[in-house]
């Protein structure tokens, strides 16, 4: 696969290489030219965006609309910490063919400066503080274990939120457990 370095990995991985993009707008009148914004948001974020744009209200849609729309920081590219930071969630159920670090089925969170991520093959998580590791180098889930229950019970309450399908054992064919419900079993 490729590498994003100084991130980790690259396309297709659950590291910051294959989830952290860079992105480029051009709203001639609307965003300042040259303007930079560290706010972080996910593909959901753009549907609600571009009806936005277009003065669409209340669009008739088939699922219900998950993102944010981030109209406001196109508006004001700057205005970091004026809205709370919120948690974004990946989940790859199944393998896409490549193989690579941190590629595979998984699921991860985002918050804060925080991401853990929940490898469904062998339940293994890795944390990392995004701030102070961003190539993803060291993994504190063993240090961290309060850290790791935290946002492993967040992690599984949007899984099971979006009833999010969990990818089977090739082996017994059970169903990967959720990553909080994994965690309390082995502390049983």
């Avoid at 480029?24 to 609307?30: Q, S, T």
């Avoid at 959901?44 to 406001?72: K, L, W, Y």
């Avoid at 099971?160 to 082995?186: E, F, H, I, N, R």
Wanted: aromatic share 10%; with cysteine; proline share 9%.
């Amino acid at each position: 696969n490729t590498h994003n370095r100084p991130l980790a990995s690259g396309k297709g991985s659950a590291y910051e290489g294959g989830i952290r993009e860079p992105m480029i707008v051009k709203w001639p009148g609307v965003t300042a030219p040259a303007s930079v914004c560290s706010e972080y948001l996910i593909i959901e974020d753009f549907f609600p965006t571009i009806t936005e744009m277009a003065g669409i209200r209340n669009p008739q849609t088939v699922q219900p609309i998950s993102g944010t729309g981030f109209v406001p920081l196109l508006k004001q590219p700057n205005r970091k910490g004026k809205e709370p930071a919120r948690s974004l969630f990946w989940h790859y159920p199944n393998n896409w063919g490549a193989a690579g670090p941190g590629i595979g089925a998984s699921s991860a969170i985002r918050k804060g400066d925080w991401k853990l991520i929940y490898f469904h093959l062998d339940n293994r998580f890795e944390l990392y503080n995004i701030k102070e590791d961003i190539g993803e180098y060291k993994n504190s889930a063993k240090l961290q274990p309060e850290k790791v229950k935290e946002l492993a019970r967040e992690l599984e309450d949007y899984l099971t939120s979006v009833d999010a399908q969990m990818p089977s054992y090739k082996k017994d064919g059970s169903k990967v457990p959720l990553p909080y419900a994994y965690l309390k079993s082995q502390h049983q």
